[in-house]
């Protein structure tokens, strides 16, 4: 076949790879290549005479493809579109369609030739070139190195995380195409790099510098940025005249390095001596300021020396024997007291701790030690002070005992011993319960229990007899010592509390006086409202009554009432002279003698002779005892007794009173009966206070009705007592106590 | 006793007292620190009607010559048509013989204290014969007092009149009662004078609301008070 | 009257007889034991009763042997001084009212009788056997 033209085109046309489609004005397919049948999976008969529309996936496509090119207009531009085919078998590829015009030979467009290329490659190119960039910024970003690439213009091509993060503060001005000296000056201006100093001149120098390394890399070089980071740069020149950097983080090796420059300083200053020897030529390697110090020695000095030439007293024989033991390992650590010499010959007391540091080739001996003369001077003070201590508790006034928890006693100072009648030693292993009187036994043993490692230190006051017999109240402080909840020592500490003792009770005796006075003048009180207002007010209404009658001219009978006035005013008088007897009485102290109870009594008896003689009494007195009393109020107590079983007394028979006194421990007891008329029991009480009227004919009863309430005054105010005893019948029975020592 | 000088509503007696006559005393005791001998608590009845100085629960020293039948005194008594139209203490220079609360030879004054128990009913206390004026102030502390010790007198007694539940002496005597026993002979039974067996079965027939004994005894049957 | 001083009844007799238009008989006896024998007659219409009485101790013991004598008539307590606690037992004790010995005036006298010889009872009541 000849090679014509169209001869050509025909065969291009059919060995097109890409499908080729010819349609009509009509959107009619007139022809079909072979790729096309090939690849759209239709025969040429399927195609040949239908529309294109099914070849479109998208109706939208077709449509708007079919609306762009028809009705055909004549066109120098082929008109291409981006679509999806859909092949006879449902599936789908991308591909470019480009329609040209054909035109007939006066110009008119009559069809056009569509040809659908395949993109499905090329887009999976695409996609593969895509995930590949896409992995490499992934890893760079993942890397915590910092990485940057400069270009042959030094304009930043690209950089990862980890170099922004580096540079934070220069980060806004990496931008891909920024030059570097153009991020750099930005971070110089906020900041970024430490070393820059803060001028303008430094940082002008630090550009220049920085950029001329830049330029000509010669290597790592550590650089520090802020916050607070060192990072080891490294730069390279790429064949292309690109520049790589990778800026490694090295913040932690400084600080590890600068860390034992720190420790280095530490032990240089400290202020015990530390020395390091090594063991091959037992030299010093080291020595502290502190130890050069004291030993007077200059670094250079102390390498010379070996450690015997300092030591004095435990080189070469002693030390060589226990720094054998260290040398081979057998023991750890060694510490020893010696004696060091300083260079000037003089010498001081040291503490020693030494330590084998390395068992490797050339090991050495670390020295700790320690100037121990301050030490030394503090141990013996304190051992002064322990005996000064020791001096005073032998001597002190209070009794101090350490026992244990069973009073077995460890320690007694002097003055206790002294008390008891034994020396100190001797009291050592003796419990002391045996020293503190029988019957206070018990009520120290159970004080004793009761102390707990909660309430471990209580008080007690007991009653101590020295050695000369003296009693004297001590008070005891005993503090249990527990250990893990169990006693292990008890201290107690006594102190004489005699005097202090004396005077509480004088305080209490006098508060008792004082309560006494107090009663009286609250009786007296009711007294004046009640017995005195009574009498008075029969006065005032008695006088009316005379008024009245005198008013009246009746003056035949003024006798009655005026009777009454004057009977009723004496019997005021009486009271109140009986009143101010008792509040004498109430407000006067005791003054005590010792006498025997006999001369009272009997001073009592005869003043009432009078009395007596008219009553035909006796008195049957059984009462040799020795009291200490006041000795005119025993005599008032008494006769108002006495006074009292004469004036009750039964007129049928002999007035017969009968006296007894025994004395108990610490107290007399008085029982004085009488034959008389008694006393009511259920008025056993009110006869003993002020005014108890208990026969109503006064005239037959003289008297103002205090004398019993008088006597009972003077007992309490000896601190005594006095009550009737109802039980009686034959007559009034009286039983007193006194104390025999008035409190 | 009391202590005239005492301020009532600081005493201790206004808390003890128990009967009319202990409110008696108390009411005496505050006119006589006042320098008065006549007085009395009386009941104000409606308007224009008169006061009866017999009513149950009157408590007076006024001497019965001084009323028409001992106790009657007329609403046209100043002083009782001041009680029945105020609500305030006064003194009232009582005129010529107008009132009978101001009885011969005894001074025209006369105090009014106008008084009202919780129930409602209104009460005035009435003083006659001041011989001294009386001072605003002192006027005012008699008031008070006087209010203090009514208001105890309602507590004690007055009130019982609105107040349910009968005392555990009130149901023996009731109990009696319904035995058949009289006063008298309750009175024996119990120990209490016949006066004090009547005043207890008065209290009673008020707090039931009954005017006679069979009803007394058949209310508390009744209402369970007895069986 | 109850009491053991006379003189008391000297006074009491004299405030009585002030008393405008009052009839009083006023018997006077010294113990608790004439007091019984005497309301025991059935001419005593009203006591007076001294709270102190020897050789008793207080009202609490005399009042009640009037009341065991059979008598209803009121008891009034007359004492110089009725502030104690104890005194406030007095209904208890068959008493019927208390009063101090200076508050006795004529005055409480006349109240006293109107209050203890008034009908308390309406007619009605009065005593209606059933």
Same mark, same amino acid.
């Given at each position: 076949m000849q090679l014509s033209p169209e001869n050509l085109l025909k065969a291009l046309y059919e060995t097109m790879p890409d499908p080729v489609l010819v349609l009509d004005g009509n959107r009619t397919i007139l022809a079909v290549n072979g790729s096309a049948i090939e690849t759209l999976g239709f025969s040429a008969e399927e195609l040949i005479g239908t529309g294109p529309e099914r070849l479109y996936a998208s109706a939208v496509d077709a449509r708007e493809v079919g609306e762009d090119l028809y009705p055909l207009r004549g066109s120098s531009k082929p008109y291409r579109r981006r679509v999806d085919v859909r092949r006879k078998d449902g599936s789908i590829f991308p591909a470019e369609v480009t329609n040209s015009i054909i035109e007939s030979g006066g110009g008119q467009p009559i069809g056009l030739v569509a040809i659908i290329r395949d993109l499905s490659a090329v887009l999976q190119a695409q996609k593969q070139r895509l995930r590949a960039e896409t992995i490499l910024n992934t890893a760079l970003a993942s890397i915590s190195q910092g990485f940057a690439v400069y270009d042959g213009e030094d304009r930043l091509v690209l950089c990862n995380d980890a170099y922004r993060e580096i540079y934070s503060i220069s980060a806004p001005a990496?931008?891909?195409?920024?030059?570097f000296e153009t991020i750099i000056r930005y971070g110089l201006e906020r900041g970024q790099f430490p070393g820059a100093g803060t001028t303008a001149e430094t940082r002008a120098a630090w550009l220049e510098q920085r950029l001329a390394r830049h330029t000509n890399p010669e290597g790592p070089f550590v650089q520090k940025v802020e916050p607070g980071r060192t990072l080891q740069i490294e730069e390279r020149i790429t064949g292309d005249n690109y520049r790589v950097g990778v800026l490694t983080d090295v913040s932690a090796l400084s600080e590890i390095k600068s860390e034992a420059e720190r420790l280095g300083v530490i032990i240089e200053g400290v202020a015990q001596e530390v020395y390091l020897v090594r063991l091959s030529d037992r030299r010093f390697i080291y020595a502290n300021k502190s130890a050069r110090d004291n030993l007077q020695y200059s670094m250079d000095e102390m390498r010379q020396l070996e450690p015997q030439m300092i030591n004095v007293d435990l080189f070469p024989d002693k030390l060589a024997g226990k720094a054998a033991s260290i040398i081979s390992g057998k023991t750890k650590t060694l510490i020893a007291d010696t004696m060091l010499r300083r260079k000037d010959g003089t010498m001081y007391p040291c503490r020693v701790r030494l330590e084998l540091m390395d068992t490797g080739p050339d090991p050495v001996v670390l020295a700790f030690a320690e100037d121990i003369t301050e030490r030394l001077e503090i141990e013996r003070a304190l051992a002064r002070k322990q005996h000064e201590f020791e001096t005073l508790v032998q001597n002190l006034p209070d009794f101090i005992v350490r026992a244990r928890p069973d009073t077995t006693m460890t320690y007694t100072n002097a003055h206790y011993a002294r008390f008891v009648g034994l020396e100190p030693a001797e009291m050592i292993g003796r419990k002391f319960l045996e020293f503190i *009187? !029988?019957?206070?036994h018990e009520v120290l043993e159970a004080h004793l229990a009761s102390?707990? *490692? !909660?309430?471990p230190m209580k008080t007690s006051e007991q009653t101590m007899v020295a050695e000369s017999g003296e009693q004297l109240w001590y008070l005891w402080t005993n503090l249990m010592i527990f250990e893990d909840g169990e006693p292990v020592e008890l201290l107690s500490v006594g102190r004489d509390i005699t005097e202090t003792r004396e005077a509480r009770n004088r305080i209490a005796s006098q508060a008792r006086q004082l309560e006494l006075r107090n009663d009286a003048l609250e009786q007296f009180g009711g007294i004046v409202s009640h017995d005195l207002k009574a009498p008075l007010r029969q006065i005032r209404l008695f006088a009316d009554m005379i008024a009245e009658d005198v008013g009246a001219g009746k003056v035949d009978d003024l006798e009655t009432p005026s009777g009454y006035i004057s009977d009723r005013a004496k019997g005021l008088e009486r009271m109140i002279s009986s009143l101010f007897e008792y509040s004498q009485l109430a407000y006067q102290g005791i003054n005590p003698v010792t006498l025997r109870l006999d001369d009272p009594i009997a001073a009592a008896w005869s003043n009432l002779t009078v009395h007596v003689a008219e009553a035909d009494a006796s008195l049957f007195c059984e009462a040799d005892i020795e009291i200490e009393a006041d000795r005119n109020l025993l005599i008032q107590f008494f006769q108002n007794l006495f006074a009292n079983s004469l004036k009750y007394r039964d007129p049928s028979r002999p007035t017969e009173v009968r006296l007894r006194a025994e004395a108990g421990e610490n107290r007399i007891t008085i029982t004085l009966e009488d034959n008389g008329i008694g006393i009511d029991p259920r008025n056993a009480d009110t006869?003993?206070?002020?005014?108890?009227?208990?026969?109503?004919?006064e005239t037959l009863y003289?008297?103002?009705?205090i004398g019993l309430a008088l006597c009972r005054q003077i007992a309490e105010s000896h601190g005594g007592t006095i009550v009737l005893d109802s039980s009686y019948r034959d007559g009034a029975r009286f039983v007193a106590t006194f104390p025999t020592v008035p409190l | 006793m009391l202590a005239p000088e005492t301020v009532f509503h600081q005493g201790p007696e206004l808390e003890r007292a128990v009967n009319r006559m202990d409110f008696f005393r108390l009411f005496k005791s505050l006119a006589g620190s006042h320098g008065v001998q006549f007085f009395g608590v009386v009941e104000i009845p409606g308007e224009t009607a008169s006061i009866n100085l017999g009513q149950a629960h009157v408590l007076h020293n006024f001497p019965g010559s001084w009323f028409e039948d001992g106790a009657n005194c007329l609403a046209a008594d100043p002083v009782v048509s001041y009680l029945q139209q105020s609500t305030a203490p006064i003194v009232l220079e009582v005129e010529?013989?107008?009132?009978?609360?101001v009885g011969d030879n005894c001074s025209p004054r006369v105090l009014v204290v106008p008084l009202q128990a919780a129930s409602g009913k209104r009460y005035g206390l009435i003083m006659s014969g001041l011989e001294r004026p009386v001072a605003h102030q002192q006027l005012a502390l008699i008031a008070l007092d006087a209010a203090l010790i009514f208001q105890r007198y309602f507590e004690v007694l007055l009130s019982l009149d609105s107040i349910s539940g009968l005392s555990e002496r009130e149901i023996q005597i009731v109990r009696w009662t319904s035995e058949g026993k009289t006063s008298s002979e309750i009175a024996i039974i119990l120990g209490l004078s016949e006066h004090t067996v009547n005043s207890y079965i008065a209290a009673v027939l008020r707090k039931l609301q009954v005017v006679n004994r069979a009803q007394m005894v058949a209310a508390a049957l009744r209402s369970g008070l007895i069986s | 009257m109850v009491d053991d001083d006379p003189a008391e009844h000297v006074l009491l007799q004299r405030q009585m007889k002030k008393v405008d238009g009052l009839s009083v008989k006023l018997d006077y006896v010294a113990d608790i034991g004439a007091a019984v024998e005497s309301v025991g007659t059935g001419d005593v219409d009203m006591v007076f009763l001294d709270n102190r009485l020897v050789p008793n101790d207080d009202f609490r013991q005399t009042a009640p042997l009037l009341r065991q004598a059979g008598f209803v008539g009121p008891i009034g307590l007359i004492s110089s001084d009725i502030s104690d606690a104890y005194f406030n037992e007095f209904r208890e004790y068959g008493v019927d009212f208390r009063i101090g010995k200076d508050e006795i005036d004529g005055a409480a006298i006349r109240f006293i009788v109107s209050e203890y010889t008034r009908q308390q009872l309406s007619e009605a009541c009065s005593e209606d056997y059933m």
């Open positions: 990496m931008q891909v195409g920024s030059s *009187p !029988d019957h206070f102390l707990s *490692p !909660d309430n006869v003993f206070g002020v005014f108890q009227r208990l026969h109503p004919d003289s008297g103002s009705g | 010529g013989n107008s009132s009978a609360f | -």
